[in-house]
């Protein structure tokens, strides 16, 4: 079974503060791992994916994650935050069988402080 | 190239009636996902159609919920006799590949459902 857990509901960083979101994920095989950004109102954004290739995914707006197999992790960064981040963000793996189905985390809802 | 439309927007139902949600696909997508976010919650998968095909239901709940994606037009989310633990945003998402494995899906604004 595959499963995703993000760390921390509320995430809040000051303005240019490094942003750094947690996700651990649990799968049986090696996985297909997202990120993705949900503005208020608005459907998800791809933010970036990982898919066996580069341990080190760099995506949109600046934002980077990388996939640590030993510790199962796929934690996104940004280097200096920005207002317009503010917004929830939800880590994602795919369910490797017939559906390719996304399992997503609870999600964290980063805000940012001028 | 538009992006995957859903309509409505917002919907507002009384306990008992019926909701239609639609979803169209990008252009040469004919993979088609349904979530469901519950407030404060991430989303959660419940169907996965192709044209005239439902792959996996496994999401869906027994009763009251049905998804079709027709040959021709939209792909359709129906719960009969609403409940107001069915208010909630429903998002449907569209892929392109057949094989996918990295499956890049691309999700549409979303429906947001509430029952009075």
């Known amino acids: 079974a595959q499963s995703v857990t993000q760390l921390g509901s509320h995430v809040s960083v000051s303005e240019g503060a490094l942003v750094l979101l947690r996700c651990n994920y649990s799968?049986?095989?090696?996985?297909?791992l997202f990120w993705y950004v949900q503005y208020p109102n608005q459907g998800l954004q791809l933010l970036l994916k990982?898919?066996?290739?580069?341990?080190l995914v760099k995506g949109i707006n600046g934002f980077e994650a990388e996939f640590k197999k030993s510790e199962t992790s796929f934690h996104l960064t940004k280097p200096s935050a920005h207002m317009s981040d503010a917004a929830e963000y939800f880590c994602a793996v795919t369910r490797m069988d017939s559906s390719y189905k996304l399992i997503f985390g609870s999600g964290t809802r980063l805000l940012v402080r001028p | 190239n538009a992006g995957v439309m859903q309509n409505p927007r917002h919907l507002v139902r009384r306990r008992g009636q019926e909701a239609r949600l639609r979803c169209s696909p990008m252009?040469?997508?004919?993979?088609v996902y349904w979530y469901r976010q519950l407030p404060e919650e991430g989303l959660k998968f419940m169907v996965y159609l192709q044209k005239e095909n439902i792959i996996d239901e496994s999401g869906m709940p027994k009763e009251r919920f049905s998804a079709e994606f027709p040959k021709e037009g939209p792909s359709i989310l129906r719960i009969q006799q609403v409940v107001r633990g069915d208010s909630a945003a429903y998002f449907c998402a569209s892929s392109p590949l057949q094989d996918a494995r990295d499956n890049e899906q691309f999700f549409g604004p979303g429906t947001r459902l509430t029952v009075l």
């Open positions: 252009k040469g997508h004919s993979h």
């Open positions: 990982y898919t066996s290739a580069a341990t």
């Open positions: 799968s049986s095989v090696p996985p297909y």
